[in-house]
């Protein structure tokens, strides 16, 4: 029956042709774009010329939305319609500071609305400040190769939730809720976890702040083999992190809780050997939690420190003693998270030993202006002349100096994220009173990877236009309290061909400098400026001028806008114009 | 600097304008070095009571009185965010900034309304008429000498990362208010304010924990029956051992008696503002609404050991841990 075989390929006239060559040239493109990774590199990609625009578009796996608004769900989604991995962020990091009233928007019901005709195959989601219902959750949880679930700085959602989509999601790996605010409903989540083994290999809830059902918690662990990282809530008490630890030696990421007996224990109780249970988990190189801790059982750990690349101690309420115990250990440390507790003794003991270390986070234990935090100048200092390979700080303290800080820039020239938070506002250098202008100067100037910057303390438009001059990289400024006039604003403007994403808060910026950004709108992601100096007819200029910026006016009162300065502008470009859901205190220009 | 070859235009420009910046720095300097002991007492700085000694004060009055030179610069005028200062502010109390000819105002954030839990934070209320008629606004805390009027988002960290002084120092007592203040959602007031008062109530055996609506009762009775309303099923649900542990209906429930004298199987207690454990009725009821923060439901039997333990656990490892 040879005749009947079927002719090798489609035919147009009978004879075997092969396929155009522009369909040749877009399978190679294909074959070739799937290598392509970063975004931006396929951004670049997309622009050559038509077919690679399309090549690309059918090609990208990963969906990056920076900002919810600034495209439709529709748009994105039908012009990138494999992608199964999808990042979105909602609203700008001033909202965490309660700086943007509730119910602003970042809406993700839109969005999962039309995942569920074009996305079905969705398998990863990354969402980042945005309001998310139990509804929208439900929806996701219906999709049937959905597997990782990743919210950060998320609302709107509670414990109903996150049971719909432990119960529904049967090929769920990764659940991880990062700072979230998550509503008690009440409900069991854990529990419903369906039975039998599961695929789960990331499960993060330090932040779901509502106690759970621990027996069921325990079965779960037990019954999920791959499960490498596990972050649990302050409900869960030291003596069941062990009964978890010990069946769960695999751990690579470990959040531990409280890290305290949820009863008062007398002495002469017989405790378990916790630190038995750290000696077994040979993986384990990722060590937080820590949220009530009890001083006592810190020598627990000491087992795992030699191994620690990052360790989070930021809920930790402990002193310099007792972190040199255990950071003595820890010479691989990469990620420090601390509270100042510590002290600069704390932070020199660190300084001596992690000599690896990338990134330093030091938060306040009393986030008052006026309050008396242990860390300062010499703790910065200390860090500077041993970690030299330090790429990211983050530093809150009451008194520093421009010598520290010049310090830094010189001894740690890998810096990328520097950012310094002297929380007392318009504070000099506390030696010589002087404005920190210098030592941000310095930073700009020497950190030559430098791309995050935000900055604090009495500065005048000198520092600014040290950043116009010499940040060239900089990509996200914040801006508090600082400045002399708008030409400090206009340095950054016109100096940092980089900027992304500018964040301004009670500055003495007002339109005319507003308006030399003109130029550079277009390219960033969005530019924020509340209580500066800025006017209802300054934004509406802008608005004017440039017709795909959506330029809103957030106002801090619910009453009509009485004189002409404007609270709250944000700023950003957008594709599909203004949002059809702005509520009634957002005025669209 | 490599940078600046390919901006040879643009640098001459911001040296020119860095350089006037700098004479008009040592104009300040000058100024300030100059500046006697009565222009400071011009330039305002008041972090205290009037006739307050100046020398203690030394660090912030500097801070303030470089931000107060500014002012001379370039707009006299000069406002923020809409606010002019029509006259000397007298509110000393909250390191307000005063000029002598009145054109400084320090702006403070007027987003009042989006606070919703935050208790470091005393919300400062500003508006244009108010700045016309009565610049001063002065927060609860006006007795305070040397803590300047907080501000809204300042400094910038996630309110679940407030208070943790409070909550974490107190170890072993269970979690302070401050905790419950974690969440800023605003159905949840974890403070009392006009809707409703609610506290977490735990009941021993019982995993889960429920909330109750204070301000929904006014009387020790009415509390008591509605804890038993509340845990009855649940109680029911975890004596029959069931494994998934989400709440359902049950038969066979027994009532939850005796709770406030001791006589039942259950006793009510309560953790108080201090980190105390308390005999629920023991105080007035409206002293006890304004003290309590927790509420639990022990089983008696092991009422009077806990109670004890607590307390001197306490002081044990208070002393151990600091």
Redesign the interface.
């Known amino acids: 029956m040879r005749e009947d075989r079927p002719p090798p390929t489609p035919s147009r006239g009978g004879a075997y042709s092969p396929p155009p060559p522009d369909q040749v040239l877009e399978n190679v493109l294909e074959h070739v774009l799937q290598f392509l990774t970063f975004r931006r590199d396929r951004n670049a990609a997309a622009l050559v010329c038509r077919s690679w625009h399309r090549a690309e578009a059918l090609t990208r796996l990963e969906l990056f939305i920076g900002n919810c608004y600034a495209v439709a769900p529709r748009r994105a989604m039908e012009r990138f319609r494999r992608a199964t991995a999808v990042t979105i962020k909602g609203k700008p990091r001033f909202a965490d500071f309660n700086l943007m009233p509730p119910d602003w928007g970042a809406n993700f019901t839109p969005w999962v609305t039309f995942m569920a005709q074009c996305y079905r195959a969705l398998e990863k989601l990354c969402l980042k400040r945005m309001f998310v219902t139990d509804e929208d959750l439900e929806l996701l949880a219906s999709f049937p190769s959905f597997r990782e679930l990743v919210l950060i700085c998320c609302d709107g959602f509670g414990t109903s939730g996150l049971a719909v989509v432990a119960s529904k999601c049967r090929k769920l790996r990764v659940l991880d809720l990062i700072e979230d605010e998550v509503t008690d409903d009440e409900i069991d989540w854990i529990s419903c976890f369906p039975e039998g083994e599961t695929c789960l290999e990331s499960l993060i809830f330090d932040c779901v702040e509502c106690p759970i059902y621990f027996e069921a918690l325990e079965r779960l662990v037990a019954r999920s083999p791959s499960l490498k990282k596990l972050k649990l809530n302050r409900y869960v008490s030291i003596v069941q992190l062990y009964r978890l630890m010990i069946r769960a030696p695999q751990l690579t990421h470990l959040g531990t809780g409280s890290f305290s007996p949820s009863e008062i224990v007398a002495q002469g109780d017989q405790e378990p050997d916790y630190s038995s249970a750290f000696d077994a988990c040979r993986s384990l190189v990722c060590l937080s939690g820590f949220r009530e801790i009890v001083p006592d059982y810190l020598p627990a750990i000491y087992p795992v420190c030699a191994n620690l690349t990052s360790l989070n101690f930021s809920y930790a309420n402990i002193s310099a003693e007792q972190l040199r115990s255990v950071i003595r250990y820890c010479h691989k440390l990469q990620i420090f998270w601390v509270l100042d507790t510590v002290c600069d003794a704390g932070l020199q003991a660190v300084a001596a030993t992690c000599k690896d270390l990338r990134e330093l986070r030091v938060f306040p234990i009393d986030a008052r202006e006026d309050s008396e935090a242990p860390v300062s100048d010499v703790g910065l200092l200390a860090i500077s002349e041993g970690c030299r390979k330090l790429q990211s700080i983050l530093y809150f303290c009451q008194r520093m100096t421009n010598a520290a800080v010049i310090a830094m820039s010189e001894n740690c020239p890998e810096l990328v994220v520097f950012r310094l938070c002297i929380m007392g506002r318009h504070l000099p250098d506390h030696v010589t009173r002087e404005p920190m202008d210098e030592g941000f100067g310095a930073i700009v100037k020497n950190c030559k990877k430098l791309t995050r910057l935000a900055t604090s303390g009495l500065l005048t438009d000198r520092a600014f236009s040290y950043i116009g001059q010499y940040g060239k990289l900089v990509r996200t400024l914040s801006v508090a309290f600082a400045g002399d006039s708008d030409t400090g604003l206009k340095y950054v403007l016109e100096g940092c061909p980089r900027l992304q994403k500018l964040e301004i808060r009670d500055s003495p910026f007002g339109d005319s400098a507003l308006r030399t950004g003109l130029h550079r709108y277009y390219n960033m992601r969005f530019l924020w400026m509340s209580s500066c100096r800025l006017t209802r007819r300054g934004c509406k200029e802008i608005a004017q001028q440039m017709p795909h910026l959506v330029v809103e006016m957030i106002n801090g009162e619910e009453e009509e806008v009485k004189d002409d300065y404007v609270d709250t502008l944000y700023m950003y470009r957008s594709l599909d114009g203004p949002r059809a859901d702005a509520p009634s205190f957002v005025t669209i220009l | 600097?490599d940078?600046?070859s390919s901006?040879d235009l643009?640098?001459p420009q911001?040296l020119d304008?860095?350089s006037k910046?700098r004479e008009w720095?040592v104009q300040k300097g000058e100024q300030r070095s100059r500046g006697s002991k009565s222009e400071e007492k011009k330039l305002e700085l008041r972090l205290g009571p009037p006739g307050e000694d100046y020398g203690t004060k030394l660090?912030?009055e500097?801070?303030?009185l470089?931000?107060g030179y500014?002012s001379n610069?370039?707009?006299n005028t000069?406002?923020?965010?809409?606010f002019t200062n029509t006259g000397d502010m007298k509110t000393a109390e909250n390191g307000w900034i005063m000029k002598n000819n009145g054109s400084q105002n320090q702006?403070f954030?007027?987003?009042?309304?989006?606070?919703?839990n935050?208790k470091?934070e005393k919300k400062v209320i500003s508006?244009?008429?108010a700045a016309s008629a009565n610049p001063a606004v002065v927060p609860n805390s006006s007795q305070k000498r040397?803590?300047?009027a907080?501000?809204?988002?300042?400094?910038?960290?996630?309110?679940?990362?407030?208070n943790?002084?409070s909550?974490?120092?107190s170890?072993?007592v269970p979690?302070s208010p401050n905790a419950m203040l974690?969440?800023?959602?605003?159905?949840?007031p974890a403070q009392s304010c006009g809707k409703g008062f609610f506290v977490k109530i735990?009941m021993d055996g019982v995993?889960?924990?429920?909330?109750v609506n204070l301000k929904a009762y006014d009387s020790y009775q009415k509390l008591s029956s509605a804890v038993d309303e509340l845990f009855r099923g649940l109680l029911a649900a975890q004596r029959d051992s069931s494994?998934?542990?989400?709440h359902h209906k049950q038969e066979g429930e027994k009532s939850i008696t005796g709770l406030l004298d001791g006589t039942g199987e259950y006793t009510l207690v309560y953790d108080d503002n201090e980190g105390d454990r308390v005999l629920v009725g023991d105080v007035p009821w409206h002293m006890f609404v304004s003290t309590v923060r927790r509420l639990r439901v022990l089983k008696t039997s092991e009422l009077s050991t806990?109670c004890f333990?607590?307390r001197q656990?306490k002081t044990r490892?208070d002393a151990?841990?600091?």
Not at chain 2, 109 to 116: A, D, L, M, R
Not at chain 2, 151 to 161: K, L, M, T
Not at chain 2, 243 to 246: E, Y
Request: charged share 20%; aromatic share 8%.
């Open positions: 600097m940078g600046c901006n643009v640098c911001l304008l860095i910046d720095l660090e912030r500097d801070s303030i470089s931000l500014f610069h370039k707009d000069y406002t923020f965010g809409g702006q954030s007027f987003t009042e309304k989006f606070q919703t935050n470091a508006s244009a008429a040397t803590a300047p907080p501000v809204v988002g300042w400094p910038p960290i996630r309110s679940f990362r407030k943790l002084a909550s974490s120092s170890k072993p979690e974690n969440k800023v959602s605003s159905e949840e735990n995993p889960i924990g429920r909330k494994a998934s542990g989400i806990l333990g607590i656990e490892l151990a841990s600091k």
